[in-house]
């Protein structure tokens, strides 16, 4: 109740001034919901939720808050509107992709698997041919793809967990 009263009272500031609007919109984002038997316990959680927010530092930039478990940080990199983070878990590879308007190829031949799947609220395109494992989706105008030789349930979960950061 004390959120919802927060929240309505805000809004008339948040219509009228751009900056108080960005710190609301932080905040409702990090709200954190905990469903319990009897009640739902709800709190304001930090943005610390981000696996490894320094890598992401680009204007409108999207970023998981789970990473599979033994993987860590490796490179970034930027090709013209295209932004990589790689990460890797001994010879196992993650890379995650977020471009603006772009169009991917995949190579479906010998595919094992090709499906759409959804991803948030956003209808994906799931691969995976011989260990490796593509999904692609859109956010906007924002294209985003995940690859690598990680499981395909972890991917997934891993695609599940981009939010926006900036």
Not at 50 to 78: H, L, S, W
Not at 92 to 110: H, K, M, P, R, W
């Amino acid at each position: 109740m004390i959120v919802f009263v927060a929240i309505v009272s805000l809004s008339s500031a948040v219509v009228a001034f751009a900056d108080v609007r960005e710190a609301v919109i932080d905040v409702i984002y990090h709200l954190v919901y905990e469903n319990n038997e009897l009640y739902t316990k709800i709190e304001i959680g930090d943005s610390t939720g981000f696996v490894d927010p320094e890598n992401y530092d680009f204007e409108g930039a999207y970023a998981p808050t789970y990473i599979p478990e033994g993987f860590d940080f490796y490179q970034k990199q930027k090709f013209g509107t295209q932004y990589f983070v790689d990460y890797t878990c001994g010879d196992q590879y993650i890379s995650f992709l977020q471009a603006g308007d772009v169009i991917f190829q995949v190579d479906t031949e010998n595919a094992d698997i090709i499906e759409k799947i959804k991803i948030g609220n956003s209808e994906g395109f799931l691969v995976s041919e011989g260990g490796n494992t593509y999904l692609t989706w859109n956010v906007g105008e924002k294209t985003f793809q995940i690859y690598g030789t990680a499981p395909i349930d972890e991917i997934i979960k891993m695609g599940e967990s981009i939010k926006r950061i900036k």
